[in-house]
């Protein structure tokens, strides 16, 4: 099982940005699809945003898209989420997710699908 510890998290000011990093040891994540979640106070974990195993497919979560980039460099067994334009609604705790990938351009949106999660990284945005 990969193991995954998110950093990058931080108070900013709404229209700010941030770069959430997750980083992956115990297997290469060359082999998993990855995926950003984020659960914020009182409110149930939600997607926000997925890559293929390859690299060459992402989607988001509709209130993200046009502001949150997701990349990954499986050289250094990491993944991105690039926050840009923050907003209030946008404070959440965020994790990141693996989830084994048979296909390099599989997509994957369901939390209880993903075998490998970190412990989070707190992002608050003031407005």
């Known amino acids: 099982q990969v193991q995954l510890v998110e950093s990058g998290g931080g108070l900013v000011q709404a229209g700010g940005s941030l770069r959430l990093s997750c980083a992956a040891s115990g297997r290469t994540v060359s082999n998993y699809a990855m995926g950003w979640f984020r659960q914020a106070p009182g409110k149930e974990r939600e997607f926000v945003a997925v890559i293929s195993r390859s690299g060459r497919r992402a989607e988001y979560v509709d209130t993200v898209k046009g502001r949150f980039t997701i990349s990954r460099d499986n050289a250094k067994n990491t993944i991105y989420l690039q926050m840009n334009s923050l907003k209030p609604e946008d404070t959440a705790v965020y994790y990141c997710?693996?989830?084994?990938?048979?296909?390099?351009?599989?997509?994957?949106?369901?939390?209880?699908?993903?075998?490998?999660w970190g412990q989070g990284t707190h992002v608050t945005v003031s407005s």
């Open positions: 997710a693996a989830h084994p990938a048979t296909y390099a351009s599989g997509l994957y949106y369901n939390a209880p699908s993903y075998g490998s």
